[in-house]
């Protein structure tokens, strides 16, 4: 296992997960993707903190035609991967994931990052289009974008937004991820925002106690996919994600999901050369 | 990026979205397929303003074989699918869009429009004999027909009327189309009538302050497909699209649905040849 | 496009649409099935309008290597069906219909009567082992049988009796069909028949206007297949049909429903030799 | 068509449906199963009477490369089941049933009884490796085992239980089966037992007059598969089948079920070798 | 059948399923890691009974091209996996389970002990690499984490945690084995803690009467699956199994299953040669 593997090199922002945005007072994302026009290449940690950023994670399930490709092609699968990447660096941000072995319906996915979503497509495509993209089939697509905090604020409850502000990861370099997309009935979106607020206020207490060892990043899907949110986690403990789960879980907003999970993507990190490596043995 | 790529070609008529029929009071649409029957030709700028007309929506996923095309036949594919439309031109009229790299279950659709179904049929049916057509699965039909607005009336609901009626899109060239199959419950259908003209006025109130830019198209399918609304949206803003969207889901109308999506169709607005073409690749 | 494809030499019988038979005093079917023995050859009139026929629904969806059968051989396809529904007359009545482009799930499907279930399944094999019937699959089977009317009697509600009675089709020879199996909630058949048949007139009552564009067949499956019952249309006018369902949708009875469509099965109509010969293109 | 086919050769014991087992008190079938041991072949008129033994019900659905196995190779596929069932004759008792042209997810089934669970696996793994078995899929196992009736008993329901016990089937030979598994809700197994068995007892009551043309049979399933019974019918009569099955749709313990069918399983009785015989042409 | 099909090697503590971790006072399983990090080899009698172990479950089933694999190759797989697993014995314990002929979904499957996640998938990704697995599909994952026993404590039910201690298996060896996921509603994790104990101690009462024909054994997947446990048991004695499974469904705590099996999966346990061998036949 190289050293790399256990390199921190993906500097996620600690924000709280399932955190809804409120449609009124939703700031234009204009100076963001302005910004970003102007920009000549693609940095990773500040499109990893930016709101009015696209998150497209694609789940991808080997066929079995792969194990009969030459065993000398599927070795250049990770070059020919690690080129793309490369020649895309000035309009997306990809990280590759490995799921063989942790997952039924996936063997690796792909979380791409953009300002503007049809770059993340013709990424996509070319990927499609390469030795192990023409091999594997899509099972899962999720498409978001990011939103700043509007519930847990500086004004609405300070202190768990110092709370959230204070934190941070302190534990080894994650080695997991998990993705979870979530969606809510229709009874959370109408009730009112105060009593909203309240019961984030109930989710986030909780989880104040977990940010030194997971990583959490969220995504805005309503009505651009069928999930509301697509929550993002890297830790390097299971059995700490697995109690702050817990807790997530007893919370009265639990009662307002239709779609937690289903799937729930549990993967290892890894550079994407890695990942196919890994695949084309 | 060809320059065609932004052009609006597309007049999309603003008219609420989700806004049911009521089947009293309906009026025949002889009038309106007698005067389709009459002309020897389809005009876009008519077909996508009129009641009376069939929308067929049928998504598709490329199999693997496609890529085991040779190249040279994938590239005249795009040419044979023009012709073909070409040819039906006083039949259907024929948009496709690009889904790949967005989406699970498909990598492009087409939208087809007829006053005559079993003409939306033939075509289909032509084109499932084309080049693509024979490498690509069906994943998905939508089959609606289009109507009048019958709740937010001049005498109804004359504010929204007019706001429906006065607003209309100033964005720049929408990028991209989101189709969204809608159902509602027994429940609702078993509402009174001037209660779910309460509801549907509460619906479509946030909605106007979106009408700038987000372009809307009702279909209803009730009896003739497993939906009762297909929602076809065109945006250059998902961001706004998503607040949208947002909004719809906090008024009590959403407590009725039974179906919202699934799936979610997002896909990017081109010409048919440069669909067909990014495809071939 | 053919005279005979306009032709109307379908004579279904008007009976309404889920009007559930009760288990209690249900006559014996011993009389219609011996008649039926008695006779040589099937008489559509009559079988399409007898109780105690059983009703086979079979839809079908090619495979991909269809298209890879030689045009020559695919064109004798239609030959085969046809000789195979001519030496099977005195056994089965076979209908064919056309789903291709407004279906997902199927490309044609099968409508085979027969007075003896097992004469039914012996066409259906024989039908597997034809040309078209070996490269498809079988997407979807509905079994049923007829009863006659037990809510809507003259003597319970001689008005709406009498308006089914008097009423009948008008309108120019049906383009298209449409099967909706229908299955009803463990509440529906607990609640007491008096009750039973006050919904079942709320639920005729607005359907009768439509009697003379929309033509309705009914067929029992309770225990014997998935559904409780196979809703079977036949119409020319497709917007005419979009109310009558709405029609439907809105009285109380809908809550009831556990399953209405799912799926809604719609088609043209055409004879047997015009579907496959449409699809052997 | 053979006379055998219509000969009755199946004694199958008529049992209450549904007639659920309670877990306290339940004997120890040790007992039966050493009788078994001791006997050096299974006898159809015991197995199929007894309680504590097994029953595995397996659907099986032809492959399309079945279709371009040599018809000779095909042919002899019925004398090669034909062998496997004799050799295996004293540890298992084999039913084979046709569901081909009836059903969508099977083409025929196998049913297996038991006294010890290994041995109808071994059977079973042997099966899949003949000529047909290597050309079909499962599409669904159930595997259940037998119990005595525990609900209607001698002293709880006198009446009830006499009626079961003195009725018999008259009818002619049955040419029809019916597999229906059944899975009630937590509701109802938290229900007293006294209320249970007046809920049982309503169901029984009208199934009582259906006992002269159907023939019925139980297995018990919860936790060792995904529903908790599976109800297995046999009868000539299938609109007698259907009435009986609106009746038991027409009683309170109706709405404890989550599960009645799904898959409903209707298929014709045949000699093993006619089964496939019926298939190989 | 060799001998060894009756031993049992694998010593599997008995606690109590479905007993839930709170997150609160989850102790820090580093203590167990870091000592299994000492260790070189894993123990079975350790690694069976620590908490902090990864159980992960895999459903394989095979590819009909297995069957047309050379027959020598096939034989020669069972020693492939033999050798894998002697290979990897410092990193995970491996067990084989054969499901086919019981079982629609799987053939076989593994369940892989380690204390380090990673390398679970490390080994699972080289098992696929073999011949069998190449020739194998995933078809159900589930992944969980062992924890101490927290409800039945023996400051909070002495009585019941001394029946759990006191109670061992005294069967025959175990021939079957099941795992049933098992996922609770958001109701479940709200009610209080106490509450919750006082259905556990429901739960767990009548269970007590079968810990001597039935091992249990409890892995927590919330948050890294779609489950919330992975409940995973050996027996005998199928009956007693069954009647267990009625006493846990007919308490109150069953009422927040939303998920119990789904699948269900039963197999018979044996070697992993025995496995890989009645495969290969």
């Not at 080695?175 to 009874?187: D, F, H």
């Not at 030194?212 to 403990?237: A, M, P, Q």
């Not at 807790?247 to 993967?267: F, I």
Request: zero cysteines; glycine letters at 6%.
């Amino acid at each position: 296992m190289s050293k790399k593997f256990f390199s921190n090199t993906r500097a996620t922002v600690v924000i709280g997960a399932a955190i809804a945005a409120l449609a009124a007072g939703m700031p234009s994302f204009a100076t963001a993707q302005q910004a970003a026009a102007d920009n000549t290449m693609i940095e990773r940690g500040k499109i990893l903190t930016q709101p009015g950023v696209f998150g497209v994670f694609t789940m991808f399930k080997l066929r079995p035609e792969w194990s009969r490709v030459p065993s000398a092609d599927r070795m250049k699968a990770a070059a020919e991967v690690k080129q793309l990447i490369e020649k895309h660096k000035n309009n997306v941000l990809v990280d590759l994931y490995l799921t063989r072995g942790l997952e039924t319906g996936s063997d690796f996915f792909l979380r791409v990052h953009a300002y503007d979503l049809v770059k993340a497509q013709t990424f996509m495509n070319k990927f499609r289009a390469t030795q192990i993209g023409r091999n594997a089939d899509v099972s899962e697509t999720l498409v978001g974008l990011t939103k700043g905090l509007n519930y847990i604020t500086k004004d609405g409850s300070p202190g768990l937004n110092a709370g959230l502000s204070s934190a941070s990861y302190t534990g080894p370099a994650p080695r997991y991820t998990l993705v979870i997309p979530v969606k809510k009935s229709a009874e959370w979106w109408n009730i009112p925002v105060d009593q909203r607020l309240h019961e984030l206020e109930a989710h986030t207490a909780p989880t104040l106690a977990y940010l030194v060892n997971v990583k959490r990043k969220l995504y805005h899907s309503t009505g651009i996919d069928d999930t509301d949110f697509i929550t993002y986690f890297e830790t390097n403990d299971l059995a700490a994600f697995n109690n702050l789960m817990i807790s997530l879980a007893s919370v009265p907003e639990n009662k307002y999901h239709v779609r937690w999970g289903s799937p729930t993507v549990l993967g290892t990190i890894h550079s994407p050369e890695e990942v196919i490596k890994a695949l084309a043995e």
